[in-house]
């Protein structure tokens, strides 16, 4: 059984920055595809970025380019989201989400397995 725990969301001023941690367990941490996502109320799930599974490849979705980054750490079984520059229209519940098939990583159907989500508030 796959888990993903996230953590490190919070309430931050607009400009600020956080760091958003994703603990994987139940499976081998280097044959997952590592993605994020992010949801605000009534919208939908939206594509943040991902990384690959040992070459550390990254992409990232267009609104965030340039401001956030992902890695991951496999002697910690964590992939991580560096947000800077953050501004109120990053606040939303942020997923972690893990994938072992070559799908498409930049949709939620993408992914099989999911975290919990935190919430991250920009707000001044």
């Known amino acids: 059984q796959v888990q993903l725990i996230e953590s490190g969301g919070g309430l931050v001023q607009p400009g600020g920055s956080l760091r958003l941690s994703c603990v994987v367990s139940?499976?081998?941490?280097?044959?997952?595809?590592m993605g994020w996502f992010r949801q605000a109320p009534g919208l939908e799930r939206e594509f943040v970025g991902t990384?690959?599974?040992?070459?550390?490849?990254?992409y990232y979705g267009e609104s965030v380019k340039g401001r956030f980054t992902i890695s991951r750490d496999p002697a910690k079984n964590t992939v991580y989201l560096q947000m800077d520059s953050l501004s109120p229209e990053d606040t939303a519940v942020y997923y972690c989400?893990?994938?072992?098939?070559?799908?498409?990583?930049?949709?939620?159907?993408?992914?099989?397995?999911w975290g919990q989500g935190t919430q991250v508030t920009v707000s001044s």
């Open positions: 990384i690959s599974h040992t070459a550390g490849r990254t």
């Open positions: 989400a893990g994938t072992t098939y070559g799908g498409s990583y930049n949709r939620p159907g993408g992914y099989e397995y």
């Open positions: 139940g499976r081998t941490f280097n044959s997952l595809r």
